[in-house]
């Protein structure tokens, strides 16, 4: 009899960069509505371990959202009153 | 030259006279500067993410300009003095930026040019080269002024939301 392993499943959903993959899809700090797909409810920038960002981009995109939080285009954080 | 791009928030409670005379002022700070302004855009008033100095919503202006680099020191000295700007971020959009990607861009811009044969202009010494440049294009920004001047008055009633 084969001794059958289990192995605890992997989560191995092939991720891509959505930049890499959409060239019109540009990162721009003026453009909150595209940014906001990258951060949590709480206004987090979501690690590109979860996004499947490419490292180059995963960098122009954290920038982007820094300075859209600096003029106010996203919150740093949301306030949530549980 | 380079080119920047400064996005900055006016205090939303001026009238439109404020406003105006809050671009009037900037635009003459680059202006003074050897600096020239590519556009002016307002974008209007809009929900800040985060209330600024008590404020809920800012009138957003994006000012796309070209000039020396101590351009941008001086026109941030001035907004952060000017109680009735909020914020204000600079981007270099550029490194290089000459006068002819400033031509090309204001020919980009008004198509409609009564015939201005493109100068030879190679020969001239730069000095007067760069002299009759700048008067042109001084005067085309002013012109511009006035046009959104116009806009900025057609477009008051919208504010009221
Ligand atoms: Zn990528």
Known sequence: ?82 | MRRYETLFIIDPELTDEGLKDVAEKFKNIILADKGHIIKYDEWGKRKLAYPVRKREYGFYVLLDYCGPSDIVNELERNMRIDERILKYITVKLSDSFDQEDLEKMKAAEAPEQKEAPPEEVPEKTGEAFVEEETKESEESSETEEEAEVDTESGEAPSKKE
């Open chain 1, 1 to 82: 009899m084969v001794v059958r392993r289990r192995r605890r499943r992997v989560f191995h959903r092939r991720k891509i960069c959505r930049f890499c993959a959409d060239s019109s899809l540009k990162i721009d700090y003026k453009d909150p509505k595209t940014l906001r797909y990258f951060v949590t409810e709480r206004g987090k920038i979501i690690p590109r371990r979860i996004s499947g960002n490419c490292a180059r981009h995963q960098r122009q995109l954290s920038l982007a959202i820094k300075r859209a939080r600096h003029i106010a285009l996203m919150p740093y954080t949301t306030t949530t009153t549980f």
